[in-house]
């Protein structure tokens, strides 16, 4: 296993590069950041956007929501590059991996259980489902939320059984998801919306074979964290010649990235053109599962941040507020936002804004209140108001801001 020793602000710079943040939208189109990111986790939670969102606005040009929709559903001008699937998480991966997981689907089919297959007074509940499909077309199963009782969701909260039936079904690849509505699944039959995934569940003998379904998926997870400490069972299905060591200075237990194909590639390409790297002195707020802060451990070794999301802290143990964006800035995370839309109220709330030690507010606040602004423009809101804790500077920037766009008007 090759070793290199780099300096922190190397590990920023590859990181940031890896992770398309380097320059703002940088990147043409939805499908390319999927590809580049490897995948985007989604959520519902729409405090202040919707994360995935979050994630895409600051590296997509022209982004809006509509352009993941279309990537992920198609649209008139284009058919679909990209599906829908648990890795772990809720997730927006390109249709290229799908053939990754169709043997898993079809085992989950084998074994009736909460997540597996269907329980034998579920079976119904899935033919009549499948047959209002096919006589209605998409639906989300609000429409017949009511038909079949309720149970217990894998939440422990109160949820329908047409509801729990319909996940299964999709976890099985025999629904698609044709569309969403407010971020609510519209589900179809596989073969009728997305007949180029569902030719994969038709003959075994194309799918991709376990061994090699593992080690692209290993590798997958492990691109997609760019500086990682690799799982035991890394190593035993990889191979220790895919990892390269990384001794960062000042830091006694190494990080590790996968071995480039070659020298142009990877850590080694960026350690010779580091000099050269310019960024666009713009600050960016983060979703709190961009992969660039979703490792906690890296985010206090590399940059010396530390960050929890903390939506499901309870209210009286948070130290930073439910729905906090961390603040980009060059190759540091200067501050962190605690922000809420109220959109019948036309604004983004500010509950608080604080800086990290060492940073100036005098000299980040013009981008910090830009990039505020910005926020709001792409939520669709028209003003911004502070709440809460928020440096002076900051504040007057914001006002003087808003008050040339109220000029403008």
Same mark, same amino acid.
């Given at each position: 296993?090759?070793?290199? %020793?780099?300096?922190?602000?190397?590990?920023?710079?590859?990181?940031?590069?890896?992770?398309?943040?380097?320059?703002?939208?940088?990147?043409?189109?939805?499908?390319?950041?999927?590809?580049?990111?490897?995948?985007?986790?989604?959520?519902?939670?729409?405090?202040?956007?919707?994360?995935?969102?979050?994630?895409?606005?600051?590296? #997509?040009?022209? +982004?809006?929501?509509?352009? /993941?929709?279309?990537?992920? &559903?198609?649209?008139?001008?284009?058919?679909?590059?990209?599906?829908?699937?648990?890795?772990?998480?809720?997730?927006?991966?390109?249709?290229?991996? !799908?053939? !990754?997981?169709?043997?898993?689907?079809?085992? %989950?089919?084998?074994?009736?259980?909460?997540?597996?297959?269907?329980?034998?007074?579920?079976?119904?509940?899935?033919?009549?489902? /499948?047959?209002? /499909?096919?006589?209605?077309? =998409?639906?989300?199963?609000?429409?017949?939320?009511?038909?079949?009782?309720?149970?217990?969701?894998?939440?422990?909260?109160?949820?329908?059984?047409?509801?729990?039936?319909?996940?299964?079904?999709?976890?099985?690849?025999?629904?698609?998801?044709?569309? %969403?509505?407010?971020?609510?699944? !519209?589900?179809?039959?596989?073969?009728?919306?997305?007949?180029?995934?569902?030719?994969?569940?038709?003959?075994?003998?194309?799918?991709?074979?376990?061994?090699?379904?593992?080690?692209?998926?290993?590798?997958?997870?492990?691109?997609?964290?760019?500086?990682?400490?690799?799982?035991?069972?890394?190593?035993?299905?990889?191979?220790?010649?895919?990892?390269?060591?990384?001794?960062?200075?000042?830091?006694?237990?190494?990080? &590790?990235?996968?071995?480039?194909?070659?020298?142009?590639?990877?850590?080694?390409?960026?350690?010779?053109?580091?000099?050269?790297?310019?960024?666009?002195?713009?600050?960016?707020?983060?979703?709190?599962?961009?992969?660039?802060? +979703?490792?906690?451990?890296?985010?206090?070794?590399?940059?010396?941040?530390? &960050?929890?999301?903390?939506? +499901?802290? =309870?209210?009286?143990?948070?130290?930073?507020? &439910? !729905?906090?964006?961390?603040?980009?800035?060059?190759?540091?995370?200067?501050?962190?936002?605690?922000?809420?839309?109220?959109?019948?109220?036309?604004?983004?709330?500010?509950?608080?804004?604080?800086?990290?030690?060492? #940073?100036?507010?005098?000299?980040?606040?013009?981008?910090?209140?830009?990039?505020?602004?910005?926020?709001?423009?792409?939520?669709?809101?028209?003003? #911004?108001?502070?709440?809460?804790?928020? =440096?002076?500077?900051?504040?007057?920037?914001?006002?003087?801001?808003?008050?040339?766009?109220?000029?403008?008007?």
């Amino acid at each position: 296993m090759q070793t290199i %020793r780099i300096s922190k602000d190397a590990a920023r710079a590859f990181l940031i590069r890896t992770f398309a943040l380097e320059s703002w939208q940088s990147l043409p189109d939805t499908q390319s950041a999927i590809k580049a990111l490897e995948f985007v986790q989604e959520d519902s939670i729409p405090i202040c956007g919707r994360m995935h969102d979050l994630i895409l606005w600051p590296r #997509v040009r022209d +982004y809006t929501p509509q352009k /993941l929709a279309d990537t992920l &559903y198609g649209s008139e001008s284009s058919p679909a590059s990209a599906f829908e699937i648990h890795f772990p998480n809720l997730a927006a991966l390109p249709r290229t991996d !799908y053939p !990754y997981f169709v043997r898993r689907k079809k085992a %989950r089919t084998q074994t009736p259980g909460r997540w597996q297959g269907l329980l034998p007074e579920e079976e119904p509940v899935a033919e009549a489902f /499948l047959a209002a /499909l096919d006589t209605h077309g =998409p639906l989300s199963t609000r429409r017949h939320g009511n038909d079949f009782g309720h149970m217990l969701s894998g939440w422990g909260t109160r949820s329908t059984v047409i509801s729990q039936v319909a996940e299964k079904l999709w976890l099985h690849g025999k629904l698609g998801i044709a569309h %969403r509505k407010n971020f609510e699944r !519209y589900f179809d039959r596989l073969e009728r919306i997305a007949p180029d995934l569902a030719q994969w569940h038709a003959d075994d003998a194309t799918l991709p074979e376990p061994e090699e379904t593992a080690r692209h998926l290993a590798r997958k997870r492990l691109k997609a964290k760019a500086l990682f400490r690799p799982r035991r069972d890394d190593f035993a299905t990889l191979g220790e010649s895919a990892f390269c060591k990384v001794e960062v200075d000042g830091l006694t237990k190494p990080w &590790y990235a996968l071995s480039p194909p070659s020298e142009e590639g990877g850590l080694l390409g960026l350690l010779r053109d580091e000099a050269g790297w310019v960024q666009d002195g713009e600050a960016k707020l983060l979703a709190p599962l961009d992969p660039l802060i +979703y490792d906690r451990q890296r985010n206090r070794e590399i940059f010396d941040f530390d &960050y929890t999301w903390e939506v +499901y802290v =309870p209210a009286a143990k948070r130290k930073w507020g &439910y !729905y906090v964006l961390p603040l980009l800035l060059g190759d540091r995370l200067i501050g962190r936002v605690d922000l809420k839309r109220e959109t019948k109220a036309d604004t983004l709330q500010v509950l608080s804004l604080s800086l990290e030690a060492g #940073v100036e507010a005098q000299a980040v606040a013009g981008t910090v209140a830009l990039c505020l602004k910005n926020l709001a423009s792409f939520l669709e809101v028209s003003k #911004v108001i502070v709440m809460g804790t928020c =440096p002076a500077d900051i504040c007057k920037s914001l006002a003087a801001l808003l008050d040339i766009e109220r000029a403008k008007r």
